[in-house]
């Protein structure tokens, strides 16, 4: 079983930054893929960007290409979601999802990862 808390978001003005954490307990960090989805009010969860269990792979939506970046600390069990350059679109909430299986490849289907943070909101400053 994996745990993940997210944190990290808040109230932002467009064009600022944000950077989202997942803290992650439980079975061995590194052998999973993570990825981080958000939701928009009305809309469905929406793959944002994905990362292999080493780190040496990720992908990006379209959407936030050139301006998000995921990385990881795998010696602290924690996932990250740099934000720049952010737009009023970006605001949802948040979650990291880790993969279902050890040693998946990287995906963004959401019925590929099978634990679940409770997310974490980011919101846009009028």
């Known amino acids: 079983q994996v745990q993940l808390v997210e944190s990290g978001g808040g109230l932002v003005q467009a064009g600022g930054s944000l950077r989202l954490s997942c803290a992650a307990s439980?079975?061995?960090?590194?052998?999973?893929?993570m990825g981080w989805f958000r939701q928009a009010p009305g809309k469905g969860r929406e793959f944002v960007a994905a990362i292999s269990g080493g780190g040496g792979t990720s992908d990006y939506a379209d959407s936030v290409k050139g301006r998000f970046t995921i990385s990881r600390d795998n010696g602290k069990s924690t996932v990250y979601l740099q934000m720049s350059r952010l737009k009023p679109d970006d605001a949802a909430v948040y979650y990291c999802?880790?993969?279902?299986?050890?040693?998946?490849?990287?995906?963004?289907?959401?019925?590929?990862?099978?634990?679940w943070g409770q997310g974490t909101q980011v919101a846009g400053a009028s």
């Open positions: 999802a880790a993969h279902l299986r050890p040693f998946g490849s990287i995906q963004r289907g959401a019925t590929d990862y099978g634990y």
């Open positions: 439980g079975r061995a960090f590194s052998n999973y893929a």
